[in-house]
């Protein structure tokens, strides 16, 4: 197969491809061929080598001195499952699924073998595209709105960095949960938050996120 590889930190021009066997489906995984995988900003900092002020050394140490030990990146993938592994009951053959490899990564690739609980079924309406760009943003911004801020109808959300993977993810999703939005972003993506469901909306290019001076029930 196929692989999108990242051998040394550089340019997204560092990225080669190169040839790998196809994984082979251990017990309780399944083998999917991809269709659709996301590039996120973890994947661009990961490519680049790009990490917190303070935190190079470590980070090098824990992912790779000189490149990224996994070498393979992507953490979202869409496909239909080639073969189930042993002991897997469903997904089955021929399934549509989409899922995350977290830190393994390897979605940057024709194949992937995944547990095949972390494999979940794409609804017919949803493009491979589609389901494999929504879940790094969306798994995000669901836990921490829903399952750690517990945002309610009437609550007055403050999304900084509205327009990105996860913040245009968050915008919907408080809309949806009822609060009313304020989202932060560049001039040029304000129809698009304003689309997804933000009442307000803040340019971070003239108002930076700590001076803009009220408050909100969850930021
Ligand atoms: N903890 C976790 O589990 C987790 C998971 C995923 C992501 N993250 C982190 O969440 C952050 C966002 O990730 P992402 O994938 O959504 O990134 P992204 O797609 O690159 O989006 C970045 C967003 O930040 C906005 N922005 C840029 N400069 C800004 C500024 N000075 N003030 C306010 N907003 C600004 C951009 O607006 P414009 O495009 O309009 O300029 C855009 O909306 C990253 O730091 C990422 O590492 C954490």
Redesign the pocket.
């Known amino acids: 197969m196929r692989t999108a590889r990242v051998d040394r930190y550089g340019p997204p021009e560092s990225v080669t491809i190169v040839a790998a066997p196809v994984p082979r489906p251990r017990p309780g995984e399944v083998l999917v061929r991809v269709a659709a995988a996301g590039v996120?900003?973890?994947d661009a900092r990961m490519r680049a080598g790009r990490f917190p002020p303070g935190f190079g050394p470590l980070a090098r140490l824990a992912i790779g001195l000189r490149g990224p030990r996994v070498g393979v990146l992507g953490s979202t993938f869409a496909g239909v499952v080639e073969e189930p592994g042993d002991g897997v009951n469903g997904p089955a053959a021929g399934d549509r699924v989409a899922g995350m490899t977290g830190v393994r990564m390897g979605c940057h690739a024709e194949f992937v073998s995944v547990p095949a609980h972390a494999a979940v079924r794409i609804p017919a309406s949803l493009g491979d595209p589609d389901a494999a760009g929504v879940l790094?943003?969306g798994t995000?911004a669901l836990h921490f709105l829903r399952d750690r801020a517990g945002v309610r109808p009437g609550a007055t959300v403050l999304v900084?960095?509205?327009?990105?993977?996860?913040?245009s993810a968050a915008v919907q999703l408080a809309a949806t949960l009822g609060a009313t939005v304020t989202a932060?972003?560049?001039t040029?993506?304000r129809e698009l938050v304003v689309r997804l469901g933000a009442e307000r909306w803040i340019d971070?290019a003239t108002t930076p996120?700590a001076r803009v001076g009220e408050r909100f029930d969850v930021v």
């Not at 900084?160 to 913040?167: A, D, I, K, P």
């Open positions: 996120s900003a973890g790094f943003g995000t900084n960095g509205s327009s990105g993977s996860v913040g932060v972003c560049s040029a993506n971070y996120v």
